[in-house]
């Protein structure tokens, strides 16, 4: 092998090595970004308190059941209350995480999907939610100061509010869980107190 | 022209074709979350999404099959730069549309990062590709050496181009990061 065929070899070796580096790094930027970016789900409500009473809203179910939203379960179950609408695209993308998410907890959460407006018909064949509880009321949003969507709120089974957030994703939604099992409304908060209590 | 050696050629193809099947696969294998990426740009009448979403995934396929045979590479490489092109266009719509939010669908892994003139520079980069990839003169087979070029070749590129792709993902994060400090 002639010098020259040695050195293009060699020089791929390290422009191959190189792009993967760079490659690399720009994963790890991007895994950085996730990381610094709220972990659990973004706990913004003018409304809500955690450990308050949960808003009691009469709602109707889509075939025309009344509900009674926020009412203390007398099976001592909790609810986990989940704001979409058939046109906000995470919502969809969240629809499989939501029916994993209600068939593995059946033991102690129902679900409720929550909305308004029209058009609810055939998004609720179109994404199969017929076996679940959807309610459709304005009020319920508004009373439970719901301002961006995809928003779950957690009630426990005393019908207090346990947690509630902004969710993405399914992390976000495991962190609703997350949080009400630690007692803390929300992943933000019980890292500020883990912290305070760290720094004492 | 040494730009349209076999070599070249070779290596665009081999580029083109791991960008496509990487492309068709994520689409392939994320269907639900590609037929919502469909939708949210708003292109396509609500009815049809499923349906085109399933000749989006097709065409890239059938583009690559195009590709990879010799008799059809230049009209495979004609029918890839009108895809590149398609694709800018519906993002290119959606921007002047001022719908930065939606997701590109671009990237694997479902990151949900949005669209931004980025991505019409990158499908612009990948464009003279297409046109080395349509253009061969003196076709001969190539030797094992010559091969191994060819794959050292495409893969770089292509390391490269996800690199470029991982970056303009990240920019939307690094912009919100700099609003927030």
Redesign the interface.
Known sequence: MSWLAVAVALLFAIVLVLSLLVFALARQVGVLHERISPVGALAMNQRLEVGDDAPIVAATELDGTPLMVGEPSAASRSTLLFFLSPTCPVCKTLLPVLKSISSREAGWLDLVLASDGEGHEAFVAEYGLGAHCYVLSRDLGLLYGVGKLPYAVLIDERGRIASFGLVNSREHLESLFEAKERGAGSIQDFLARDQGSGSA | MVLHDPIVNASAVALLCAILIGAALHKALDW??FR??L??YRIVPDAAVGFMALIVIAIEFSVVALLVLPGTRSLGAGATSLLLLMYSAAIAINLARGRTE??CGCSWG???HGISAWLLLRNAALLPFAWLAGTLENPRMLGL?EIG?VA??A??FF??Y??AD??I??AP??R??RRSG
């Open positions: 639900m979350a919502e990426t939708r949210s939606i997701d479902g990151s949900g050496g070029l050292a070749a893969t770089c390391v490269l996800q690199a991982r970056l993902a990240n994060g690094l919100s990061l």
